[in-house]
């Protein structure tokens, strides 16, 4: 399921689908959770650091099941964009340090995977 609900959050920023599109298909908890999981933030709020404090914010709100599923989204978009990006892992790695505090409520092992992959790819940094 969380596979699922990750593909349906790319599938409404990429493709312009909406919430009431995915309640009309998945149902009200599915749409609930991906709205959760949708960054709120848009371009002209500011540059990218504003932006990325705004989705914080958002996500602090979220109920434990959409943090578990950050977590996850977190855990596996780390593996790979630190292998095969790694100027923008320098980015997306500190981004995420800053989030895992608002993560807590989430599933604990998944929080613990993701703070040592933070913790691992933020030392290979410094």
Do not use: C, Q
């Not at 596996?76 to 993560?103: C, M, Q, W």
């Amino acid at each position: 399921m969380r596979s699922a609900l990750a593909s349906t959050r790319r599938m409404r920023t990429r493709a312009g689908v909406t919430l009431a599109d995915i309640d009309g298909v998945f149902g009200a908890a599915v749409s609930t959770l991906v709205g959760w999981l949708t960054d709120v933030s848009r371009p002209g709020d500011g540059n990218r650091k504003i932006r990325e404090a705004i989705d914080r914010e958002h996500t602090a709100k979220a109920p434990p099941e959409a943090k578990t599923i950050k977590l996850a989204d977190l855990i596996d978009n780390g593996r790979s964009i630190t292998r095969y990006d790694p100027g923008f892992a320098r980015v997306y790695i500190e981004e995420k340090r800053l989030l895992l505090p608002f993560l807590r409520e989430g599933d604990p092992t998944l929080w613990a995977v993701a703070n040592l992959i933070v913790r691992e790819r933020s030392d290979d940094e410094a």
